[in-house]
Nanobody
Framework: QVQLVESGGGLVQAGGSLRLSCAAS????????MGWFRQAPGKEREFVAA????????DYQDSVKGRFTISRDNAKNTVALQMNSLKPEDTAVYYC???????????????????WGQGTQVTVSS
């Protein structure tokens, strides 16, 4: 069982930066690929970034490539999302999630993730 708690959201002007963190509890965090997803009002939840269980491989949605960076620290049971050059269209509730299977690569599909945090709001003003 993995429990996840996000932090670091807030209000920022366009062009600014935020760093989201996700703290995980549970013995098997290091075995799970981790992902970040987001959901804007009136829209479906969408994939943002993922990192494999060992941290060696990452994947990003095209719209955030070059601006966002996902990382993890298995010794501290944390995963982070560094967001730079933020745009108003990045406004959403951001969720971290742990992939259902062990030793995965980090799926882009939300149905491959069983464990979810409560979400943190990111608002980017123009």
């Amino acid at each position: 069982q993995v429990q996840l708690v996000e932090s670091g959201g807030g209000l920022v002007q366009a062009g600014g930066s935020l760093r989201l963190s996700c703290a995980a509890s549970g013995r098997f965090f290091s075995r799970h690929a981790m992902g970040w997803f987001r959901q804007a009002p009136g829209k479906e939840r969408e994939f943002v970034a993922a990192i494999r269980w060992s941290g060696g491989r990452t994947d990003y949605q095209d719209s955030v490539k070059g601006r966002f960076t996902i990382s993890r620290d298995n010794a501290k049971n944390t995963v982070a999302l560094q967001m730079n050059s933020l745009k108003p269209e990045d406004t959403a509730v951001y969720y971290c999630a742990a992939e259902s299977s062990s030793y995965g690569l980090g799926s882009t599909n939300d149905y491959d993730y069983s464990y979810w945090g409560q979400g943190t709001q990111v608002t980017v003003s123009s």
